[in-house]
């Protein structure tokens, strides 16, 4: 999909009915314009838009979105292009609708605890405006520095934090936008619900192929005075997971709680130089938010409770500069792969917790199988593994045994009762693992609830949902233990 | 439990087939809540029981007919609860009636809602079908969001057959407060305070008098208080107080006047209806008694960005939720379609033609 050469008649017509209302340089077209667009984060799907739309204003996306509607030209919405499964990737037969421009912070209220952006704010940028109130937005991707709101809308993004403090979809309250037709539609409210189905619940995660977002409602919370994280080494991988389990079963949420493998730790060590224990099989990062009085409790007994559960050594941040510097590890594992290997491929799964040991020797295992490294870090809080596969594109074949582990692994996290993305979203890469996670009465389902929003299919499709003839193939495709017939052949 | 599913989803299919319209029940304690409606009842509390409670991983499934508080006693005994305290209004109230009305109670301003702690949902839909969303874990992006969206829509979409939620641990600590405070006042101080990294997990305004509950570790609840003021109660009042709020067994909910439920911005002004008033959640929620009009009652939510509910008791006549916008209307009418296409669930309990 998306990878035809845009049909040049049509391109042409569909560049002119835009110009009507958008200004020469927010309508794009030659190659070496569109160019830039031809992949999200996941560099691995790559394709060029038909036209590129920049618009800046509300009006201009509802003509937009009206054009191409009436002209069935397919739409694709893009925020920053940090997403991680081709969720943006463009179409060769469709418009990639930037939502760049929109860059605006409308309002904030710290008395509400509220602010009003626009799509193409920054993540991180929400807080810094909050900050002088003492608010800030929870939930903290990775890539919060790049990724804007409008994306992390799209796909319900999580971060660090969200075992204590929840995802996208508990820290929004309204959204504003546009169906494909160019109908405006509000869900949510800045009130704590609104009447009739929790369709602001519905969109968020819904990977742009619901509505197209122009304005966020965000709630804001009161800056915890103090935070402190826990490190703590572990001679077994096993034992890590169980200790987490421990802390939760003791009562404590922590504010973070994230786990990394030896391998993972030693790559970011040598990144980012932050202090990790390279001796241990994996270690903890445990944080504790909150008053002082609180956060001293809480230190005082997941120290206790990692004690017990056989950590070999704890280390407490002393001050802010050594917090945020045990974080800098964990933030920039991904980057730190990209320095010990040409190419990495980032998983998304989620497991029960109490299934990690399992899940992570069967990817020993597969490491073996595909004679490929893989380094996890994991949000060890709400189980949500990220096994970062290392491989070389220009190695033949190498991609395409990627992409097998990475199947069997994902696979594997829905047979233990658990998911195939946390909060990366299917978007293309994980399209054919839905097949797996659900049955075709669900699929229809999501195309029902898809047709109710557009009834045509143009609003970012092929994405998210595969058709029932895609799961049949895949399905007759693969045999069980995940073994393809004629494992020789290349499959794209 | 087979059999007990396998009579309901023949149910279902007999009723699409001669669309017979059906209204899925538990204990029936919120039949009050919504428009009446004309319909077979169809009695979940076959389908019932606890699947599985795992506390080291924050997650408990159960089956819809499961009472409530056969849920929160399971909990309780790991020292867990569903955060968001639904009210039961009554010792029937089963699981999936709760999802359904998916109403929260004095914790949600600081807790979240009830659909903030739904991870997964099985249904039974339009067709019969036994369909799967969301799942046991704490991050699930696969799919669209169904199980969210069937919190709160009343029955309207399939019959809920059972939902997986995300538990908290119990607060090791909490601690009620009374403060004399009039109502414009009440309403900013709570804003402000809620604005500061305090413990504060739920309040109730009523007639000058502001009551507020401390939830966290106990030195934090300690320092809150000592910052905050008022005068304490004990244990055993502050919880008859949050009961009572939740429940609406309270003094203030007694009689026949009507009862509307106000969602707004939490930092709208007094907004000065006759009648008797009760306000939660930091200013949020108010429910209001009185004998004004559905227009008055609806127009001034409206033009302060919120929305009124007729809760209980009055004129139905124009229905007990506020219209929807015509974008939102076709949205809802297309996907009660997707889910309910004979149109046989609880046809019109949230609006008409739904």
Same mark, same amino acid.
């Given at each position: 999909?998306?990878?035809?050469f845009?049909d040049?008649e049509i ?7 835009l110009?009507?209302f958008?200004?020469a340089r ?29 618009p800046?204003t ?15 030209v397919?739409v694709v919405p ?16 469709g418009v ?12 904030v ?5 509220v602010?009003?952006v626009?799509?193409?704010?920054r993540?991180a940028a929400?807080s ?8 800030y ?7 919060q520095i790049?990724?804007?709101l409008?994306?992390?809308v ?9 075992l204590?403090?929840g ?5 929004v309250?309204a959204?504003k936008?546009?169906t ?7 869900f949510g409210?800045?009130?704590?619900d609104?009447p ?11 990977e ?7 304005e966020?409602?965000?709630?804001l919370l009161?800056?915890?005075p103090?935070?402190?994280?826990i490190m703590?080494?572990f001679?077994?991988?096993e034992r ?12 404590i949420?922590p504010?973070?709680l994230e ?19 390279l001796?241990?099989a994996?270690i903890l ?9 609180e ?14 559960s ?6 407490v ?9 045990f974080w ?6 991904f980057?730190?792969m990209?320095?010990i ?13 109490r ?5 992570l ?17 994991f949000?060890?809080?709400?189980g ?7 491989f070389?594109a220009n190695v ?5 045994r ?10 594997k996290?829905v047979?233990v ?14 399209i ?10 669900e699929?229809?389902?999501f ?9 045509r ?5 092929g994405k998210?949902?595969p058709?029932?003839a895609?799961c049949?193939?895949y399905?007759?495709m693969?045999v ?5 017939p ?7 | 439990? #087979?059999?007990?599913l396998?009579?309901l989803?023949?149910r279902?299919?007999? +009723? ?7 209204r ?5 304690t ?5 428009? +009446? ?5 169809l009695d ?7 699947v ?8 408990v ?7 409530l508080?056969?849920v929160?006693a ?5 020292? #867990?609860?569903?955060?968001f ?13 709760c ?9 949600r301003?600081?807790?979240? +809602?009830?659909?903030?702690f739904?991870?997964g ?7 019969g079908?036994?369909?799967? $969303?969301g799942?046991q874990?704490?991050?699930n992006v ?5 199980s ?7 029955g309207?979409?399939?019959?809920i ?9 119990k ?21 402000r305070?809620?604005?500061?990294p305090?413990?504060?997990?739920a309040s ?15 030195s934090?609840?300690? +320092?809150?208080a000592a910052?905050?003021?008022?005068v ?6 502050g ?8 429940? #609406?067994?309270?003094? $203030? $909910? ?9 969602s707004?911005?939490?930092t ?5 209806f006759?009648?008797?008033?009760l ?5 949020a929620?108010?429910?209001?008694k009185?004998?004004a ?7 001034a939510?409206?033009r302060a960005g ?11 006549s ?22 309910d296409?004979?149109?046989? $669930?609880?046809p019109?309990?949230l609006?008409?033609?739904?």
């Amino acid at each position: 999909m998306g990878n035809a050469f845009p049909d040049v008649e049509i391109q042409r017509s569909v560049a002119k009915k835009l110009r009507e209302f958008l200004p020469a340089r927010a309508v794009l077209w030659q190659e070496e314009d569109t160019r830039p667009y031809e992949c999200d984060g996941l560099t691995a799907y790559r394709g060029l838009p038909m036209v590129v739309a920049l618009p800046e204003t509300g009006e201009q996306v509802r003509r937009v979105l009206a054009a191409c509607h009436a002209m069935e030209v397919p739409v694709v919405p893009r925020g920053a292009g940090t997403g991680l499964s081709g969720g943006a990737l463009p179409r060769g037969d469709g418009v990639l609708l930037s939502m760049a421009k929109f860059m605006r912070i409308l309002r904030v209220d710290p008395l509400a605890r509220v602010a009003v952006v626009q799509p193409g704010v920054r993540n991180a940028a929400v807080s810094d405006a909050a900050a002088p109130f003492g608010l800030y937005y929870a939930p903290d991707p990775s890539s919060q520095i790049a990724c804007t709101l409008g994306g992390n809308v799209a796909e319900n993004s999580g971060g660090v934090h969200c075992l204590k403090y929840g995802l996208t979809v508990h820290n929004v309250l309204a959204l504003k936008g546009f169906t494909i037709e160019g109908e405006a539609v509000s869900f949510g409210a800045e009130a704590l619900d609104a009447p009739g189905y929790d369709l602001l619940a519905l969109a968020i995660g819904s990977e742009g192929m619901l509505a197209v977002t122009t304005e966020i409602t965000l709630r804001l919370l009161p800056k915890p005075p103090l935070a402190r994280v826990i490190m703590a080494s572990f001679d077994d991988v096993e034992r890590a997971g169980n200790a987490v389990a421990d802390v939760i079963a003791a009562g404590i949420v922590p504010a973070g709680l994230e786990m990394m493998d030896r391998p993972a730790t030693r790559a970011a060590e040598e990144f980012v130089r932050a202090g990790y224990d390279l001796e241990a099989a994996a270690i903890l990062l445990c944080e504790s938010d909150g008053t002082s009085e609180e956060v001293e409790d809480e230190i005082a007994r997941m120290k206790a409770i990692l004690q017990r559960s056989g950590a070999t050594r704890l280390t407490v941040s002393r001050d802010e500069a050594e917090r945020l510097r045990f974080w800098s590890g964990r933030k920039a594992a991904f980057p730190a792969m990209g320095r010990i290997s040409p190419d990495y491929y980032c998983m998304d799964g989620t497991i029960p917790r109490r299934r990690l040991g399992e899940v992570l020797g069967f990817i020993g295992e597969m490491e073996r199988k595909y004679g490929l490294r893989c380094p996890n870090v994991f949000h060890a809080g709400d189980g949500n593994l990220h096994p970062l596969i290392l491989f070389d594109a220009n190695v033949a074949g190498e991609l395409e045994r990627t992409e097998r582990f990475a199947a069997e692994v994902l696979e594997k996290c829905v047979a233990v009762g658990g998911t195939i993305t946390g909060e990366h979203g299917v978007g293309v890469e994980k399209i054919n693992q839905m097949c797996v996670q659900f049955g075709a009465g669900e699929l229809e389902l999501f195309h029902a609830v898809k047709r109710a929003f557009d009834a045509r299919g143009l609003l970012n499709p092929g994405k998210a949902v595969p058709t029932l003839a895609r799961c049949a193939e895949y399905r007759r495709m693969h045999v069980h233990g995940g073994k393809l017939p004629h494992p020789e052949l290349p499959r794209f | 439990m #087979q059999d007990a599913l396998q009579a309901l989803a023949e149910r279902v299919r007999a +009723a699409a087939e001669r669309r017979r319209p059906l209204r899925p029940e538990g204990g029936g304690t919120k039949a009050f809540y919504g428009n +009446a409606v004309e319909a077979e009842p169809l009695d979940t509390r076959s389908h019932a029981g606890i699947v599985s409670y795992e506390p080291s991983e924050l997650v408990v499934t159960a089956r819809c007919g499961t009472p409530l508080a056969e849920v929160e006693a399971a909990l309780a005994e790991k020292r #867990q609860f569903l955060a968001f305290e639904p009210p039961h209004f009554g010792a029937r109230a089963t699981l999936g009636g709760c999802v359904a009305a998916g109403l929260s109670g004095p914790r949600r301003a600081s807790a979240g +809602a009830l659909r903030d702690f739904v991870l997964g949902t099985r249904l039974l839909d339009g067709r019969g079908r036994v369909l799967a $969303f969301g799942g046991q874990v704490m991050k699930n992006v696969a799919g669209y969001d169904v199980s969210r969206l069937l919190a709160g829509s009343l029955g309207t979409l399939g019959v809920i057959l059972e939902v997986s939620f995300k538990v908290l641990p119990k607060p090791a600590c909490e601690r009620t407060l009374k403060l004399e405070l009039p109502e414009g006042r009440a309403i900013e101080t709570l804003n402000r305070w809620m604005a500061q990294p305090l413990p504060i997990s739920a309040s109730a305004w009523r007639d000058g008098e502001l009551s507020l509950r401390l939830s966290g570790a106990e030195s934090a609840v300690r +320092a809150a208080a000592a910052k905050l003021g008022g005068v304490p109660l004990d244990e055993e009042q502050g919880d008859r107080l949050w009961a009572g709020v939740r429940e #609406q067994t309270d003094a $203030f $909910f007694a009689g026949e006047t009507p009862l509307w439920r106000l969602s707004l911005p939490s930092t709208v002004p007094p907004l000065g209806f006759p009648g008797t008033q009760l306000i939660e959640w930091g200013g949020a929620l108010r429910w209001w008694k009185t004998g004004a009009d559905a227009a008055t009652v609806r127009g001034a939510a409206e033009r302060a960005g919120g929305h009124a509910t007729l809760f209980r008791g009055g004129d139905r006549s124009a229905g007990s939720f506020a219209p929807l916008a015509p974008a939102l209307e076709r949205l809802h009418r297309d996907l009660k379609a997707a889910f309910d296409p004979a149109g046989i $669930f609880n046809p019109g309990r949230l609006y008409p033609g739904l």
